[in-house]
């Protein structure tokens, strides 16, 4: 046998061929076992989520009886002072009012800082010209 002529492939070694098949396999099916697993992970996270989701929807209905009942015991306390009921309700309301307005210009302070996410833009465009160039 001269070192030119190629070895024949015993029974007991696989060829090339049948490791790489083999091994494509073996990886495609790492892959869906490791989706199927992500898929139930996500999907007990997700109930978990909609259960405590559920929970804090809950706690702020009930905060919002409790500041409408605070309210109201605001007002009475207004009245304690010899104030006409009507003038205390109407003292609170403005309280809310006055809140409702700040907390509204602050959100608007906030919404003005949004900015466009420029460096992330610059970085597509050259990654984009980087592909078209590479073509």
């Known amino acids: ?16 061929g049948r490791l790489i098949a083999d091994a494509s396999a073996d990886i495609s099916a790492l892959v869906r076992k490791e989706i199927e697993l992500a898929k139930t992970e996500l999907t ?16 702020a209905y009930i905060a919002l009886l409790a500041s409408v009942l605070l309210s109201i015991a605001f007002a009475y306390l207004l009245t304690m002072t010899g104030l006409d009921p009507a003038w205390a309700f109407l003292i ?10 700040l907390l509204v210009l602050i959100g608007i302070r906030k ?12 970085a597509v465009k050259k990654n984009k010209l980087a592909f078209k160039r590479g073509r």
């Not at 046998?1 to 090339?16: G, L, W």
């Not at 609170?92 to 307005?101: K, L, M, N, Q, T």
């Not at 919404?111 to 610059?122: G, H, L, R, S």
């Open 1 to 16: 046998m001269t070192p030119d002529q190629p070895v024949a492939p015993s029974s007991e070694e696989p060829t090339v």
């Open 44 to 59: 007990f996270s997700a109930k978990a989520a909609a259960v405590g989701a559920a929970f804090f929807g809950i706690a």
């Open 92 to 101: 609170v309301f403005g309280a809310y009012v006055i809140i409702a307005g």
């Open 111 to 122: 919404v003005k800082k949004i900015k466009a996410p420029e460096k992330t833009i610059e």
